[in-house]
């Protein structure tokens, strides 16, 4: 158990429907981090925040957004879903920002159907 | 840019067989290694890691060298077992500033009996 919490597990729903996916970091983690694995792209790296502010952007859609609240639980929404979205939605969270292990949590698996 | 290239897969092997699965990497500076591991339906774990060069990661009779004169980080393992067939991801991560993880494409282990 890596300490990193994620909801739901699964989700199925339609194109064009928007979702929300959870994450609690482990105790005392600043730094949230969403990554999505998907089939074609491997593991692609979304965004990351530190105690609330956004500080690294990836591959993330515009209709895709996130945020990470004062208690540094951190929230991804998808929006106008498409079946391309279908992934594993991972969230991992780190002690700092930079030399510090990254720690994953057991992903959302998201399909669109 | 940072990038992360591993020996395609699958691997087969049968029990007790000698595992190496390579990890080269493109970096400036000098990033930590990492390596991840997915099992069968499961979320990314931590397996093992090193933060400079000449560091062994060691972990579950896994090993990895951080090798700068190469830039590799070859896992191996002297005896693999049926659990051991899951997903094998090598990551770097530069330790200045807010850096992300960069994964490689990752490899499937299957060990048969």
């Known amino acids: 158990d890596s300490g990193v919490t994620q909801t739901p597990k699964h989700l199925i729903t339609a194109t064009g429907q928007r979702v929300t996916l959870r994450c609690s970091p482990r105790s005392g983690d600043l730094s949230v981090y969403w990554y999505q694995q998907s089939l074609d792209q491997g593991l692609q790296f979304l965004i990351q925040y530190y105690n609330g502010e956004e500080r690294a952007k990836g591959n993330i859609l515009e209709r895709f957004s996130a945020q990470q609240f004062p208690d540094l639980h951190s929230e991804l929404n998808l929006s106008s879903l498409e079946l391309g979205d279908s992934a594993l939605y991972f969230c991992?969270?780190?002690?700092?920002?930079?030399?510090?292990?990254?720690?994953f949590g057991e992903g959302s698996w998201l399909t669109v159907v | 840019g940072n990038s992360v290239t591993q020996m395609e897969g699958p691997v087969t092997l049968s029990e007790e067989a000698f595992l190496t699965i390579n990890c080269t990497y493109t970096?400036?500076?000098?990033?930590?290694l990492f390596w991840y591991v997915q099992y069968p339906g499961e979320g990314l774990q931590l397996l093992l890691k090193a933060t400079k060069a000449d560091d062994k990661g060691s972990n579950k009779g896994f090993e990895a060298t951080y090798r700068k004169e190469t830039t590799s980080f070859h896992l191996e393992k002297g005896s693999v077992q049926v659990s051991d067939s899951a997903v094998y991801f090598c990551a770097l991560k530069r330790d200045t500033g807010f850096q992300k993880l960069v994964f490689g494409t990752g490899t499937r282990l299957l060990v048969s009996p």
């Open positions: 991992a969270s780190s002690a700092g920002t930079a030399g510090n292990t990254i720690y």
């Open positions: 970096a400036t500076g000098y990033p930590s």
